[in-house]
């Protein structure tokens, strides 16, 4: 079973083999819709070693922690 709407925007629970979902008459309640990535990693760069990592182990393992410091 998945939801899948109409051209009028009514939703409806059908099964993947309903003869409108596969002629395209009903697409899945997602089609068309863009997400948005809120949590971007940032990526950082130690002063010293030069290794370029994700901002929450580099702060852990580099910087003032840097072996080649």
Known sequence: MIVAKDKNNNT???SKDDPRFLSGELVGI???IKTKHKNKRKIIKCPYCSKEGDTS???RWHFDKCKYK
């Open 12 to 14: 409806f629970h059908i």
């Open 30 to 32: 997602m089609k068309g």
């Open 57 to 59: 182990n580099m702060k």
